[in-house]
């Protein structure tokens, strides 16, 4: 039996490891802060007037998970409970200040707060603490669970298993906040096979597709406050707030779920690129071809590598002979330790040469050959959410650029062929050259478009922001395809990569072909100094994305209209926020 205490992830970028060592080589190890009380005459911003005395305020770091958001201190709040949120969010109103929501920080974004300019005048609200709580109701139609907005997905699904229920699709890491997740539209690597169906309860789409009601903090004009309301899924006010970007403070959320699965998931490290990542209708063992066959697959390509890391979910209602049992998730427990062979190259890199990086490329992929055989993880088998959450928020910082591709199902590989193509000449480009922008691997999983006919109560509509939301206008566009690219932060030339690349992949994925949308929680918006800075990414590219095609009462504008009359204060926002929206 599987040890779940020793057990840990290796993902798409687990490559990089969690080890403690590694983190320090490159200068971005994890290191919790610690919390000044208010009071404590150690507190460097100024003090809140008039706050709310038996609520726990104290100054704290904050630091996202890319470490290119960070803060040494901000006033931190601890709710108790919903009505916490409200007093909270009533005083931050009455004194100028604004409101954000804290969860684990498992994000690239500024939705939460902005680098660079001050936060005396921002309150943090810490949703874990308390606002965690988990109610499974198994006997619901559908079967439904309410959490509060700091609950982990992974202890949601931990709740859900225990009644036999599950979802198809989920995020690789588990200790990521439900409220948190949903705010970015977060989804998983779950596609249908070929004639394969979602079982009733579950959905192929993002975790918003889930949800049949949910409780936020809105502005009351009547009363002159904010308070606490209600909103089902049949109600047209809902779908904006189901992907609202940080624009809203949710509080808890009632989602569906359906019977649970046993997956297996097999790896492999031995097709070429140029195989693997075929035009349509190729021969071999290709993308598209395992696609049909189990729907679930992720690909992790290493620079300057012949083969990726395959990795094949697929349904399997009784453990096949050559497969593993694992009793519990993060099965990939060989990126604990860093061997040397990453270690050495990864301080090479860190440290400027960008030179040694077709190296590193190789002892990435060499390390999780070597891994998977030497812990007999190439082919596990187990309940569904044991093998989809294989990522420990502990590896190695990096910074993500890419996107998804919202397109019909036959395109898959024509998709992924441009993609891989352009990515290796220009990577090869810049090599010629000596340079070396992007260190870490290329990425591909997909999912379904946000489908409300997998809704099982009435639903006013898909989520408006969602990036797997779907085109009316185009109902053959089923598929969205996440392709990103990863590398450390600090890379020499990385931010004008992805400034070029996002650029490639807006106007190659258009017009009759699909559309191209940016991953909300990742690096988007790119100019050569880094992400969420091209004006006209942002204000022009960005809304597009959900104007194009979509009724105006569904898409961007109706969004922004919703939150600022549901926050005309604008307390749950911040300067970017206010530029975006």
Known sequence: MSDPTRDAALSR??????????????????????????????ATIPVPPEFPADIPLSQQRFENWAKTVRFDAVWTATARDAHDVVRLTNWAHAHGYRVRPRGTMHSWSPLTVVPGESVDKMLLIDTMAHLNSVVVDP???????????????????????????????APA??????????SIGAHGATYPAAGESAVPGQSFGSLSNLVVAMTAVVWNDGAGAYELREFDRSDPAITPLLTH???????????????????????????????????PGADGRTFERFVEESGRVEAIWFPFTETPWLKIWSVSPEKPPASREVYGPYNYFFSDSI????????????????????????SQLGAVSAGLVATATTDLWG????????????TLRVIAGGGVVVTKRENI??????????????????ASRGLYPVNGPFEVRLCSV?????????????PNLSPVRPRPDRPDWDTAVWMNVVSIPGTAGLSAFFAEMEQWMAANFSGDYGTFRSEWSKGWAFDDEGGYRNPRFLEETVPAMYRTGIPDAEGWDAAVEAFDRLDPHRIFGNSFLDRLL
């Not at 590989?413 to 810049?430: G, K, P, Q």
């Open 383 to 394: 309940w569904s959410k044991d093998l989809l959450f294989y990522l420990r928020a502990t």
């Open 173 to 182: 890491i588990g200790d990521i906040s439900i409220a948190g997740a949903l």
């Open 139 to 169: 006997a619901g139609r559908p079967a439904t669970v309410t959490a509060g907005a700091g609950a982990s997905i992974e202890a949601i699904l931990v709740a859900l298993q225990r009644e036999g229920l599950g979802w198809a699709n």
């Open 13 to 42: 970028r687990g490559f990089l490891g969690a080890a403690a060592g590694a983190a320090a080589i490159a200068g971005v190890g994890w290191t919790p802060a610690g919390a000044i009380p208010l009071g404590d005459p150690r």
């Open 245 to 279: 970007l940080g624009r809203c403070f949710i509080t808890s959320v009632t989602l569906q779920a359906g019977a649970n699965y046993r997956l297996r998931c097999q790896s492999f490290t031995d097709i070429d690129w140029r195989e693997l990542f075929a035009a």
């Open 450 to 462: 946000d489908n409300d006919a997998e809704v099982l109560v009435d639903s006013a509509g898909s």
């Open 339 to 362: 061997p040397e062979l990453v270690t050495t190259p990864l301080g090479q890199v860190v440290s400027g040469s960008q030179a040694i990086t077709p190296a590193f490329g190789a």
């Open 413 to 430: 590989a024509r998709v992924i062929h441009e993609f891989t193509t352009w990515l290796n000449e220009r990577m090869s480009d810049y």
